[in-house]
C-alpha cells in the first residue's frame, strides 16, 4: 500500500476494531489473544491488495475469524490434554454500567456461561455458530473459511445452538432480580443456611471453577453445590458486586488483589450455573479497572 492509502485503510480498521474484537473474544474467550488476533488481522490486510473489496465490514470480520480459527487450532494441537473445565477471561464491569468497548463485547448476550461452552466445541463448530448466530454470516461464507460445503457448516451451527441451549441459557433479563438471588446465595453461604442455600440453586445447577494452574473443580445438583458453602462462607466478606460478562456477578477481592471472579446465571429466579476463575495468574493479567 502506497503511505496514503495505508492511512486510509487504518482509519477505517480502527472504526471496525470494536466489532472486530468481539468476533476475536467470542473465538478464543481470552482477551489478549482476541487483541493479538485483530492485530494479526491488521497487519495481513497492510499487505493486502484490497482494491476488489466491497463489502469492508464483512471482509474485515472473515480475516479476523480465519485468524481466530488458526489460534484455536493451534491451541489445541499445543493442549496434551483437554481440559476438565475452562473458564474463559471474563469481562468485569461496575454494576453502574459498562462503556463502550465492553459493550461491543457483551452484545448479543455472551454470557460466561456461553463462553464456557463455547470452550467445549470443536474450532469448526465454534467458528459456524459464533459467526453465524452471532454476526449473521451466510453459511456460504462460513464454509469456505473451513472447506465444508454450506449445509455441513450450517449443521455445524446447529449442533454447536443445541449443546450451548443446553447448557448455557439465556439469563433472566431483569440485572436487579439476578442481583437479589445472587445476594441471597451468599447471606445464606454466610449464615451457614444450607437449606437457604439449596433453595437459591437450580436443583441441576452447575458449579464450574478454574483454579491456578489451570486446575479445574465441576460440581453438579443443588445440594452437592451447597455442601460446598464453606469456601463461599470466607469469601463472603470479600464480595464486591459487580457486572461479569453483563450479568450479576462477584469480584472477591482481599487486601487489594482479586482472589476470584464468579459469574452467576440466574433463570427464573434459580441460580443455574456458577463459573468461577480464581487462578492469580489469569486474574493478574485481566484489567480490573479501579474495582480492585
Do not use: C
Amino acid at each position: 500500500m502506497y503511505d496514503d492509502e495505508r492511512e486510509w485503510w487504518q482509519e477505517r480498521f480502527e472504526e471496525h476494531r470494536p466489532r472486530l474484537r468481539a468476533v476475536a473474544y467470542r473465538m478464543l474467550g481470552s482477551l489478549s489473544e482476541a487483541d493479538d488476533a485483530v492485530q494479526d488481522a491488521w497487519l495481513r490486510v497492510s499487505r493486502t491488495d484490497t482494491s476488489a473489496v466491497e463489502n469492508l465490514a464483512a471482509w474485515l470480520t472473515t480475516v479476523v475469524a480465519r485468524v481466530s480459527l488458526n489460534m484455536l487450532r493451534a491451541r489445541d494441537t499445543r493442549r496434551e490434554e483437554p481440559l476438565d473445565v475452562h473458564v474463559p477471561d471474563p469481562v468485569v464491569t461496575p454494576e453502574s454500567g459498562t462503556d463502550p468497548e465492553h459493550e461491543a463485547l457483551l452484545a448479543d448476550s455472551v454470557g460466561l456461561a456461553m463462553l464456557v461452552v463455547l470452550e467445549q466445541l470443536s474450532p469448526a463448530e465454534r467458528l459456524a455458530f459464533v459467526l453465524h448466530d452471532t454476526f449473521g454470516m451466510p453459511f456460504a461464507d462460513i464454509a469456505a473459511m473451513i472447506d465444508r460445503t454450506p449445509d455441513a457448516a450450517r449443521q455445524l451451527a446447529s449442533r454447536a445452538r443445541r449443546r450451548v441451549r443446553g447448557a448455557a441459557p439465556a439469563p433472566d433479563p431483569d440485572l436487579a432480580r439476578q442481583r437479589e438471588v445472587v445476594d441471597a446465595f451468599f447471606a445464606a453461604a454466610r449464615d451457614g443456611d444450607f437449606d437457604a442455600l439449596v433453595g437459591v440453586l437450580h436443583p441441576d445447577v452447575l458449579l464450574r471453577a478454574e483454579g491456578a494452574g489451570g486446575r479445574s473443580t465441576v460440581l453438579a445438583g443443588a445440594r452437592d453445590v451447597a455442601a460446598s458453602a464453606a469456601t463461599y462462607r470466607e469469601l463472603a466478606p470479600f464480595v464486591r458486586p459487580v457486572l461479569v460478562n453483563g450479568t450479576a456477578g462477584a469480584l472477591v477481592v482481599a487486601k487489594g488483589k482479586a482472589v476470584s471472579v464468579m459469574g452467576f446465571t440466574v433463570v427464573e429466579g434459580k441460580i443455574v450455573a456458577i463459573d468461577a476463575l480464581s487462578d492469580p495468574e489469569r486474574l493478574a493479567s485481566i484489567d480490573l479497572g479501579d474495582l480492585s
